[in-house]
């Protein structure tokens, strides 16, 4: 089974979400967070953090990321895991490909017209502010 991974990235305030612009199908011109692949044989929680900082600059010393969950898609033979986690300083974002924006953390990420996922991210981020408490105190 491929393994990809996304990365929900808060700013210190948990006010914004770091989205990037798809440059290319799927879902191109949709915003999506950030993540990639991981490799065969890679430690997940390596491979978050490879891809954040491939990505956005973000590096292990800016950021704590949490494993949060994972989807399963049998009929692709994907496996997406979810990490999140909250930046403890300002950071200059640095894109790779795909444009870097920081979105309101109250939009409607469940908007299929707006965001990648078929409604996924809204879950995710549903799921965060459930857990928010646990997956951001303990880092303060």
């Not at 393994?3 to 989205?19: A, C, D, G, Q, W």
């Not at 890679?42 to 891809?51: D, F, I």
């Not at 403890?88 to 990420?109: A, R, S």
Request: hydrophobic share 35%; charged share 30%; net charge negative.
């Amino acid at each position: 089974m491929k393994k990809l991974n996304v990365i929900i990235v808060y700013n210190k305030e948990e006010s914004k979400i770091l989205m990037c612009k798809r440059a290319k199908e799927p879902y191109k011109g949709k915003y999506n967070l950030v993540g990639g692949k991981v490799e065969q044989g890679e430690n997940e929680l390596h491979a978050a953090y490879r891809e954040l900082q491939e990505e956005t600059g973000i590096t292990k010393q800016d950021i704590q990321l949490t494993h949060l969950m994972n989807f399963q898609y049998n009929m692709s033979d994907i496996e997406l895991e979810v990490f999140v986690g909250k930046l403890n300083k300002e950071v200059e974002l640095q894109e790779e490909i795909n444009e870097l924006l920081w979105i309101n953390g109250k939009e409607d990420f469940f908007s299929m017209e707006k965001y990648a996922g078929e409604g996924n991210i809204g879950h995710m981020i549903q799921q965060v502010e459930i857990y928010k408490g646990r997956l951001f105190d303990k880092h303060d």
